[in-house]
């Protein structure tokens, strides 16, 4: 999947961020970013030489092997372990804020919170809380945004056979993308449907913001390429139509016809 150039700035822009928060001023990057399975070349700040390696590799720490120490290494590392587990503890309390109550903690690392929507409880390890989008999975499956709940009541009321979540083998972005809904006639699928909400238009702090804008946005084309290529009939609900149902019953009904 190709990025415009504004896009590549901005990969670069948090590539150069993650790799002083790692490295520091050891090391210095002197060409763009291209994707971390893509070299890279860069210089040791002590030394000045020059290293072109691939991009991850500045993503875990990297010492020079003219110029460093092991003692610089495990004095290095140790305060970097210190440094995540603080700025991973710091993002937690900045995205329970408001959204999530504590009840109660057995360390720094596992936390019993409230959600303040549902009142649901659950224990949550910080490093598994940061990596999702939708923490609360009360609220997650109750949440089925608006629009989603109406395109299964008009499913199940017209008797449509249909699944969700449908994913493809060849339809992927590191992993399987999933479809939110397939429609089928006598098990063959007809056609795919993708309600696209607020999210998938602009950026959303609560869904990763410009990172999480800029992803949907890859995964979204490449599930358009893939119902392309394949020749399956793919429709697309846009959150602001003001009646989604007429919209899906205009595109859906001639496929189930034929």
Not at 95 to 113: C, M, P, Q
Not at 172 to 201: A, M, S, T
Request: hydrophobic share 35%; glycine share 4%; with cysteine.
């Amino acid at each position: 999947m190709s990025y415009t150039e504004s896009q590549w700035l901005y990969f670069h822009d948090k590539f150069i961020t993650k790799v002083k928060m790692i490295n520091g001023n050891r090391c210095m990057v002197i060409s763009r970013f291209k994707g971390k399975s893509r070299e890279i070349t860069f210089t040791c700040t002590k030394c000045s030489r020059e290293y072109t390696l691939l991009a991850s590799t500045l993503l875990k720490p990297w010492f020079c092997k003219h110029c460093s120490s092991k003692k610089e290494r495990s004095i290095i590392h140790k305060s970097r372990m210190e440094m995540e587990r603080k700025q991973a503890l710091y993002e937690f309390h900045k995205r329970v804020e408001g959204v999530f109550s504590i009840v109660a903690t057995k360390s720094d690392n596992l936390f019993l919170l409230r959600c303040m929507k549902c009142d649901s409880t659950k224990w949550y390890r910080v490093t598994s809380f940061l990596k999702l989008n939708q923490p609360c999975s009360q609220c997650r499956s109750l949440r089925q945004s608006r629009g989603s709940r109406e395109i299964i009541g008009f499913l199940k009321k017209m008797d449509i056979e249909f699944k969700t979540e449908v994913t493809f083998n060849g339809c992927k972005n590191k992993n399987k993308l999933p479809f939110d809904f397939g429609v089928y006639k006598n098990d063959k699928l007809i056609c795919l449907i993708e309600y696209d909400g607020e999210q998938h238009f602009k950026e959303i702090e609560f869904f990763g913001g410009k990172e999480g804008y800029l992803n949907r946005v890859t995964n979204d084309q490449i599930k358009d390429s893939f119902c392309k290529n394949k020749g399956i009939p793919l429709i697309r609900i846009d959150y602001r139509n003001k009646n989604i149902i007429e919209k899906l019953m205009m595109k859906l009904m001639p496929l189930l016809e034929d």
